[in-house]
């Protein structure tokens, strides 16, 4: 792990284009909407128990 870390301060490129990629990821797992669809299907799961 310590290389692939040395490897992305080394690279800025890559380095920037991990974050861009990682910055996505949290976009679409964490937005409202993402969030508004995991508490309906919650709700959902609830009401047919």
Known sequence: MAEHLIELLNDDA????FG??????VREKFSNNAQ?????R???SLLEK
């Open 14 to 17: 890559k380095a920037t284009a």
């Open 20 to 25: 861009n990629g990682g910055r996505e990821i």
């Open 36 to 40: 508004l669809r995991n508490t309906i």
């Open 42 to 44: 919650l709700y959902n």
